[in-house]
């Protein structure tokens, strides 16, 4: 298994507005793991969203524009010469997981892995690093997201990555029942499924009448839609098939598709925990409350058991009740699928409750990335002490919590280097001209800040422990 299932490096995104270029993103590392919860927190407007819509390409473009870096999916493709059976060329597990940049070597064809030249310049393909740009130096099979047409976009949207929507009523079309938008899903992203179970209902249907012996006159016409769901399993965009479904008697045999649709939307709706699901399939939004919305836009993300899973702050139109039932729902259902996800959120609380690992942004930069205990434990960045400053303790008898002073700045004109420093009570002079670079100060715990960095000695340790006291009546 590959140690990361996303790669996200550089991720630079500007919006040009008749205000000014507004740059919303500077420089976006992001990590996951396979079956991995990776949280993101931050203030409103620190470009958490932006991070998630630009990784899919929901961004409005223009305005906005991706000015630089990268998005790898690892994306393994069904062997040729077996398809999917197994064979000596895919060592039997029936897929292709070869970069085909490197050939599997992690190195970079254009510096052969030394990141510089022999006249001395860095390596612009690989930025002086020596790996691979194209597979991150891992040598598996990756897919560049940002370097993919619409038409490709189309099918990873929604199949390989979906997105939980953070309002439900917005994320649903008012006058399309449950049934048909959760079908909708299943047609387009599990279309060979749908045709391998309308198949097998077909043989069912064709034994059942040689059997009884009875409505044989229906058996050339199941013969002949079995005939057109063959030729739909190998060729799904066939022409023929979307001229058929226009032609008022033949259309019919789509009432099986539509059939094993439905009985996979029940299915979807069933791991969801839906009450009733049978009388939800025939609702409309409107007629749902907001946790049951909330479930179905569940239900639709998952229809295609994506490999990337993004929650963009699912729980916040929701009680306390229902967001707990939301937040269990998800975590069995990772654990049952796999699904790696990015959970985007303001309450500190949940990302202790549900992340694996948890990235803190500041006004469109990663400030500190660490797993989730470290972050509350001992968070190294002033940003992030900040914050943990502000969650009261459970037993403290606080009249007033610390606060971060300042407020966030304006991204047309965003301060230069750090971009906390205004804020920062540690800042030096090195603060306001350098941009600090998101190094790992601790195994697995990085962080975006010179106290970290080789401008350490500037500050000493007191300035790096979080400070514990609180404004007490």
């Known amino acids: 298994m590959v140690d990361r299932v996303l790669i996200v490096g550089g991720l630079k995104v500007n919006f040009y507005t008749y205000a000014g270029v507004v740059k919303a993103l500077d420089g976006i590392d992001i990590d996951l793991r396979p079956n991995e919860t990776h949280g993101l927190v931050g203030e409103t407007g620190c470009g958490k969203s932006v991070t998630v819509h630009s990784l899919i390409k929901l961004i409005p473009m223009p305005p906005g524009k991706?000015?630089?870096?990268?998005?790898?999916?690892?994306?393994?493709?069904?062997c040729r010469t077996c398809r999917g059976k197994g064979c000596p060329e895919c060592g039997g597990s029936g897929t292709l997981d070869t970069c085909e940049a490197c050939g599997g070597a992690t190195k970079c064809v254009k510096c052969r892995g030394f990141g510089r030249y022999k006249d001395g310049k860095s390596c612009r393909t690989c930025g002086a690093s020596g790996l691979c740009a194209s597979c991150g130096g891992s040598g598996s099979r990756y897919l560049d997201l940002l370097a993919l047409s619409a038409k490709q976009m189309r099918e990873i949207r929604g199949g390989s990555i979906s997105m939980i929507l953070q309002e439900p009523m917005s994320a649903l079309n008012p006058v399309l029942t449950v049934a048909e938008q959760v079908g909708e899903a299943f047609y387009y992203h599990q279309r060979a499924a749908l045709v391998h179970g309308t198949l097998a209902a077909l043989d069912r249907a064709l034994k059942d009448i040689e059997t009884s012996r009875k409505s044989r006159w229906r058996r050339p016409i199941l013969r002949w839609y079995r005939f057109l769901y063959r030729r739909m399993e190998r060729d799904p965009e066939s022409r023929l098939l979307q001229s058929l479904r226009r032609v008022p008697v033949v259309r019919r045999?789509?009432?099986?598709?539509a059939r094993e649709m439905r009985a996979q939307s029940l299915d979807a709706l069933n791991m969801v925990r839906i009450p009733s699901p049978e009388k939800v399939l025939d609702s409309y939004p409107h007629e749902l409350s907001g946790g049951m919305m909330q479930r179905v836009v569940i239900s639709i993300a998952l229809a295609?058991?994506?490999?990337?899973?993004?929650?963009?702050?699912?729980t916040t139109a929701l009680d306390v009740t229902i967001q707990s039932q939301i937040l269990r729902l998800m975590a069995d259902l990772k654990g049952q699928l796999g699904t790696a996800i990015i959970f985007i959120t303001h309450d500190l609380a949940v990302i202790a409750q549900v992340c694996d690992r948890v990235s803190v942004m500041y006004a469109g930069t990663i400030a500190?990335?660490?797993?989730?205990?470290?972050?509350?434990r001992e968070p190294l960045h002033p940003y992030t002490r900040g914050l943990v400053r502000a969650i009261p303790g459970p037993h403290e008898d606080v009249q007033r919590l610390p606060e971060i002073a300042g407020s966030v700045p304006n991204l047309v004109t965003p301060p230069s280097g750090c971009r906390f420093h205004p804020r920062c009570p540690f800042a030096k002079a090195v603060c306001k001209e350098e941009k600090p670079l998101l190094l790992e100060a601790r195994p697995s715990h990085r962080v975006a800040c010179h106290m970290y960095g080789p401008y350490a000695e500037q500050w000493t340790d007191a300035d790096r422990l979080l400070p514990q006291e609180v404004v007490t009546r």
């Open 66 to 78: 991706i000015e630089g870096g990268r998005a790898l999916l690892h994306a393994p493709v069904t």
């Open 253 to 257: 045999y789509h009432r099986w598709l």
């Open 304 to 314: 295609s058991h994506p490999r990337v899973l993004i929650a963009d702050e699912p």
């Open 368 to 376: 500190e990335s660490a797993p989730t205990l470290p972050i509350f």
